[in-house]
């Protein structure tokens, strides 16, 4: 039986339903929530990653992909040395009186976070759409930003599937949030893609994130040609989505997931006694992993030419 499969049914087995509704769904929401506690606890929740992307000329600001947890340091390989400089967004502002200036950039600083990657290039509407024809009927995302006058606005579009649906407000040219739902017994299973009216993808947002949170950096000067540069950072791991998923660590360990969801959830149907005991080998499994945890698990991915809109693509699954 594949992996996430697994761990999903054995608990939901314990919960007294492992047919289908609403006892699954929290059977794999509290695999989740362990997953990331276990490998919080293990520090392997990240991983170092580098990957390139490419300048647009006259466009100063980038949202870097969705798994992009912090900014290490940003490369120009045409540079000696090549490194940009890293500045504070305070030191920007007291020292750049003409935020118009072009030319090849040297420096850049993280900005903030946005719920979407890029901005639209004008006002309209904002159209969504599926890569799977079962996101529809009761599966909803909410755009919340501003107007061209200003005014922040708010609408939960109805998701149908891989047909695509616009919003009946016009948006001006900041997006401030993206936030997916669905009614009772239903989860999203494709890939939920934003874009504005001129056909930009602004956002791709995978199942298992609700509401995406880019980081953004500003480079400085605003680049006056396409550049190629090389981004290190700090990657965070993706949630367990698909039955085949694989935990990423100790396979020996795996019956953790178990016991720390357990824990955690069997009180909620009835059974504090059998969570004593889960909570029990929970500690002293999670002991046990601690122990022969490597003090330094982060390993780094390298790839090349990630293009600027999360993907499939541009993010592949690690092994």
């Known amino acids: 039986m594949p992996a996430f499969r697994k ?3 054995d608990l939901a087995f314990y919960l007294g339903d492992d047919a289908a509704g609403d006892t699954l769904t929290a059977s794999k929401a509290a695999i989740n929530r362990a997953y990331f506690r276990i490998l919080s606890e293990v520090k392997q929740d990240t991983m170092r990653r580098s990957f390139t992307f490419a300048s647009r000329v006259g466009v100063a600001e980038y949202g ?3 798994y992009v947890r912090e900014v290490f340091n940003i490369d120009d390989p045409d540079r000696n040395p090549g490194a940009l400089v890293e500045i504070s967004p305070m030191e920007f502002d007291r020292r750049f009186n003409q935020r118009t200036a072009e030319g090849e950039s040297g420096e850049y600083f993280q900005q903030f976070d946005r719920g979407v990657q890029r901005q639209p290039a004008e006002a309209g509407a904002i ?9 529809a009927s009761n599966h909803f995302l909410r755009v919340t930003g ?4 200003g005014d922040l606005i708010s609408e ?3 998701v149908n599937g891989t047909t695509e649906v616009d919003t009946t407000k016009t948006f001006g040219t900041e997006l401030e949030r993206l936030a997916k739902s669905t009614n009772t017994g239903f989860s999203y299973t494709g890939i939920i893609t934003v874009k504005d009216s001129s056909g930009n993808t602004l956002a791709s947002i995978p199942p298992w994130f609700d509401s995406p949170t880019y980081k953004w950096i500003r480079l400085n000067p605003i680049p006056d040609s ?3 540069y090389t981004v290190r950072c700090m990657m965070r791991k993706p949630a367990l989505v698909n039955d085949d998923d694989w935990p990423d660590f100790d396979e020996q360990f795996h019956d953790l997931l178990l016991y720390e969801a357990g824990k955690e959830i069997l009180p909620h149907y009835g059974k504090a006694e059998q969570a004593q005991l889960f909570a029990v080998e929970a500690a002293r499994r999670m002991k046990k992993l601690k122990d022969l945890t490597s003090p330094r698990p982060n390993r780094q991915y390298v790839f090349d030419d990630v293009t600027l809109q999360s993907s499939r693509h541009a993010w592949p699954f690690w092994p």
């Open 156 to 158: 939960q579009v109805s």
């Open 64 to 66: 870097m992909p969705l």
């Open 226 to 228: 396409v550049k190629t």
């Open 7 to 9: 761990h999903y049914k």
């Open 127 to 135: 159209t969504v759409v599926s890569d799977t024809i079962s996101d």
């Open 146 to 149: 501003f107007s061209s006058a």
